[in-house]
């Protein structure tokens, strides 16, 4: 399978997924998980007209962005966690990032893109342990609404909604999260305030799209397994 098909067999599953639950397909917005992928790779999907990218590590899509810099089309979301020595390189090469999960980050976010003397301010997410497991990253529901005041705070930030990851391979769970951070988003202003809803992946984006999803992030159906990064 080429990464065109992949890509192909994604759209065509989104479509599916979108009309069965009675949503425009173009409400749902695919970001292709690139982690640990290469840039030529990334070239591939651009050819086959996938333009949103997800990265999980700084430092490899600051090797990315700058890899492809002279080709037109990126658009870089940064889903993993932020730490702060990372804010500069984020800040630099983000068009969007999934991953504000405290206060701190929120302000050392706001001030290093703040110093890039960006047009606009950043499209940010929070995301939200909703499963409560304690090997994944992610804010608590209950500090959801001072991480938004903090990053209201931030005159180059815009909140735009919430991220998060389900439990693996336990699609029970994941419409159980993914039903859990949409009425997470109404308890905190509702679409209106928060527009987006970051979730699920290649083997969940059906049933994320049925509870609300407007942006999934596939990487496996696209572009085959890979060994993960130890």
């Not at 990053?151 to 993914?178: N, Y």
Request: hydrophobic content about 45%; some cysteine.
């Amino acid at each position: 399978m080429t990464i065109a098909d992949g890509l192909a067999r994604v759209r065509a599953r989104i479509e599916g997924a979108a009309r069965a639950a009675g949503r425009d397909p173009a409400s749902v917005k695919l970001v292709a998980v690139s982690k640990t992928r290469t840039a030529e790779e990334v070239q591939q999907a651009l050819a086959a007209g996938q333009s949103a990218f997800g990265e999980n590590y700084a430092q490899e899509l600051a090797a990315k962005a700058e890899a492809l810099s002279s080709v037109s089309g990126p658009e870089w979301h940064f889903i993993g966690h932020l730490q702060s020595n990372k804010a500069r390189i984020v800040a630099r090469h983000a068009q969007m990032i999934h991953s504000i999960d405290s206060v701190a980050i929120a302000r050392e976010l706001g001030k290093r893109v703040a110093r890039e003397g960006r047009a606009a301010p950043l499209p940010v997410l929070i995301e939200v342990n909703v499963g409560r497991e304690p090997q994944k990253a992610g804010a608590r529901a209950s500090e959801i609404e001072e991480i938004a005041v903090a990053i209201r705070a931030q005159d180059m930030l815009r909140l735009r909604g919430l991220m998060t990851v389900p439990p693996a391979q336990d699609h029970g769970a994941a419409e159980e999260c993914f039903r859990a951070l949409r009425s997470l988003r109404d308890l905190h202003g509702g679409e209106a305030m928060l527009p987006e809803l970051s979730m699920g992946m290649s083997h969940d984006l059906e049933i994320a799209i049925a509870c609300g999803a407007t942006i999934v992030r596939v990487g496996t159906a696209i572009f085959g397994p890979r060994e993960e990064r130890t």
